[in-house]
């Protein structure tokens, strides 16, 4: 397949030179963008990539559109360091990424810079299949611990999600549609299971800016368990809304307010446990999120205010086999996060940023098991942090920084940070840049780990880590950027689910790795990527489930003229090892293996009128490959999907 496209696009060539050159432009411009390309997670502010020690990769709109009819956690799991357990499962069953051989509760995911979690579940993490890929501008994933700026949670990683901004058109939109379908490798007749639409509207009105956007997503077709017999077990299907608003005023030069309201909820169906289906199981999620960010920019800085309220509701009803009863399930977790940050710069080379967050947050659940009361189940912080940051002259730059974690529960955790950065090339034709960090985080015990009645600990110690990263990146003569590092994170007072005690206790960890990053534009039409992760963690059987020591993913871009763009991926992943602590897979007590496997995926888009129309086309798992994602359950096989994409 690929040696056809390639001889269509050469042929192409011939016929279209003056479009191939403007195309040579075009990527010649991206590239001196990506060595000046601004972040504001390294430091809540505009900063440039180059001027920052630590890890961040940046997946842009043009990334995202490129990627249409893919899920927000289906273009992560392409990122070096990030493997998603249940990336290819049934769209119903819950997902979980693992960074940097860490878990799902050590990475914190923001939303326009806003900590999202739910402090309902165990591990607090947020689900992010809550979150559309059409509201969003780009991501910004941030490795490392980082709470020195982030607090809590910022373990293996920070993930912003920066949500799209109103246009300078007085109205302008989108809308998209697609359909696709849903099988698993020993099914190919779910139809059209897989349905997307989504609304978009926005623009400037004066001072006044406004963005409201409605997404529905529809999937049926195939089971969450796996069937290991002839027995054909019914669909587990998945519908979700997503809805944004956001609102801004600009008072005066120096002074606006932007205001945001999210709502997003899904309903769905799932299965018994692995390998056994269910007719009856069935649940529902809501999250409400509001909020406001007043921004005053003065002389040498600037001020903002980040206020918001997250709210989480989460229901489900699952079929109990031993009292033959239909058990209910509720749980709610509120939070709210105040962030006051300033950014004042003493001259071009220092800026001193500081502020102080406030979170409150709480659970209330109540199962056939027992009951979290909300009046108990809740905590409060209060984080004064400071950060300075220097830039050289002389291609040397440094980020220094410290936290006072006050936690009305634990007492005080200081966490603090370091990176430096150095530029040792830096011509029109070749940049190299070594860059190295050590950071700490905290992260304090849910309020689940706490307070449940059957496996809470209230004894608890919070969990520490340490990370500690060295590397380079290098870009030469615009045709090929390398990028390579090493990291060791160490963790003490981990926290783990005891299977002697059967409650929640503290134990150690420790990870290291290797991520590579190659990309090579090997003509005005043709790039390839490709990223490797090699992670070396311990053996303790809480840590390494579902972790690969090895992922190797590659890709193809290729542009045959102006308006057309064919992507062709190829994702290795390796052997991942769980651990069967309840006899689920008739190991109880002892390691299972999961063999590794590989996935190649296809996409299209053409772009007409303009660029104002694009269809889109995409075929996942091309080689209907049978493995196991999540061990029990199925794995969704060779699928395609169509959609079109209207500008106006």
Known sequence: MNKQLLIVSVLACSFVSTSLFAQKNVAQKENVEMLNEVVVTATKFNLKKENTGKVIHVITQKQLQQNAGKTVIEILNTIAGIDVKGVNANASEPRSINIRG????????????????????????????????????????????????????????????????????????????????????????????????????????????????????????????????????????????????????????????????????????????????????????????????????????????????????????????????????????????????????????????????????SNNTITPFGTIEKDIANFNTLDPYASVVYISDYGLSANIGGRLNVHNVYGNQFVYDGNLAYSLLNSKETSVKVLTSYSTAFIAPSLYQLYDGYSGNIDLNPETNQTFEVGFDATFKEKIQLDVVYFNRKEVDAIIYNNTTYSYGNSSSDASGLELNVRVAATSFLSINSSYTYIDSNDLEDFNDYIPANKFVAGIDITPFENAFLNVTYRNVGERTIFDRYGSFGTAGENVVLEDYQVLDFMANYKVLEDTVTFFVAATNLLNEDYDDIFGYETRGRNYKVGIRLQF
Request: proline fraction near 1%.
């Open 102 to 361: 860490g878990r799902s509760r050590q990475v914190l995911v923001l939303i326009d810079g806003v900590p999202v979690t739910d402090q309902s579940a165990i591990n607090q993490e947020f689900d992010l299949r809550l979150l559309a890929v059409s509201q969003i501008e780009t991501i910004e994933i941030l490795k490392g611990a980082s709470s020195t700026l982030y607090g809590s949670g910022a373990a293996t990683a920070v993930i912003n999600v920066i949500l799209k901004k109103a246009s300078k058109d007085s109205v302008s939109g989108s809308f998209e549609t697609s359909f696709g379908t849903n099988n698993s490798t020993k099914s190919s007749n779910s139809g059209l299971a897989d349905k997307n639409q989504n609304i978009n509207l926005n623009g400037t009105l004066g001072n006044f800016n406004f963005l409201a956007s409605f997404s529905i997503t529809g999937v049926d077709g195939m089971s969450s368990a796996k069937s290991t017999t002839n027995t054909v077990f019914e669909n587990d299907s998945f519908y979700s809304k997503n809805a944004l608003l956001k609102l801004g005023y600009k008072i005066n030069d120096k002074v606006n307010i932007t205001s945001f309201l999210n709502y997003d909820t899904f309903e769905y169906d799932f299965d018994a446990a692995a390998f056994s289906d269910s007719e009856v199981n069935m649940g529902d999620q809501e999250q409400f999120r509001v909020g406001i960010r007043p921004n005053y920019t003065y002389n040498k800085g600037e001020l903002y205010m980040l206020a918001s309220i997250n709210s989480v509701k989460r229901n489900f009803n699952s079929f109990n086999a031993f009292s033959n009863t239909l058990d209910s399930y509720q749980y709610n977790g509120e939070s709210i996060n105040l962030d006051l940050v300033n950014k004042y710069e003493f001259s071009n080379q220092f800026q001193l940023i500081t502020g102080v967050n406030y979170q409150e947050h």
